[in-house]
């Protein structure tokens, strides 16, 4: 049994679909990121970055493992499911995820908050991140119009990572359009019964973000010392 603390972000939606399509048992821990409970010391026990997602594997000795990418390394060697073995699909797939958690993770993520989130639009943060997205997006398009999965012929958790976060480009301020390539590989991924349940855990709250949120997401809480 895996416990998995999370919360529905593309981070969290990595490991709630990776542990759908590899057949794991698992209880769902929703950890409340608008009200501050990545906070919590029993959090940070497992999850010392008090970031969303965390694991306990119950069946090894409670191991814990954070970071998005690292779970989903764990739990791929831990079923032989979605990391191929050895040979260059295995680094293919390892190239992929590491683009994900480098690359993609963090300017998508600072595109979405300069575009949507920031009390102050600022240009120049707005087009640097926006342009970037561009660029990334490109990359993936490439790369997809010379294979079917990111890692050549096997889906992988390179598509499980990757996948969350290239959904949605309109967030970034890409049109999916000039991606065709892209385009195909996300209604695939869309069509898998597991990435659909996967984006169901755990459901999201869709009330908007009021002041007390923003604080805790954005404001002095993420540097106080703990």
Do not use: C
Request: neutral net charge; glycine residues 6%; hydrophobic residues 40%.
């Amino acid at each position: 049994m895996i416990k998995l603390y999370t919360a529905p972000t593309p981070n969290g939606f990595k490991i709630s679909i990776a542990l759908e399509e590899m057949g794991l048992p698992y209880e769902v821990i929703p950890v409340d990121i608008r009200k501050g409970e990545q906070f919590a010391p029993e959090f940070l026990r497992i999850s010392p970055n008090n970031r969303i997602p965390a694991i306990v594997d119950v069946e090894h000795g409670e191991q814990s493992v954070f970071e998005s990418g690292a779970i989903l390394m764990y739990l791929a060697e831990k079923t032989g499911k979605l990391l191929p073995a050895s040979g260059p699909a295995r680094v293919a797939t390892l190239e992929w995820l590491f683009f994900q958690v480098g690359n993609t993770g963090p300017m998508f993520g600072q595109a979405h908050h300069f575009r949507s989130y920031s009390p102050e639009k600022i240009p120049y943060a707005i087009d640097r991140y926006t342009n970037e997205s561009k660029r990334l997006y490109g990359v993936l398009d490439r790369r997809l119009a010379q294979v079917e999965y990111l890692a050549g012929s096997e889906y992988t958790i390179a598509d499980v990572a990757n996948f969350p976060w290239a959904r949605k480009p309109q967030n970034r301020g890409a049109d999916i359009a000039e991606y065709p390539h892209l385009a195909r590989w996300l209604d695939a991924m869309e069509a898998r019964p597991a990435v659909k349940k996967g984006l169901t855990v755990p459901p999201r709250d869709d009330e908007p973000m009021d002041a007390a949120a923003r604080e805790v997401l954005f404001g002095r809480a993420q540097y106080e010392r703990r």
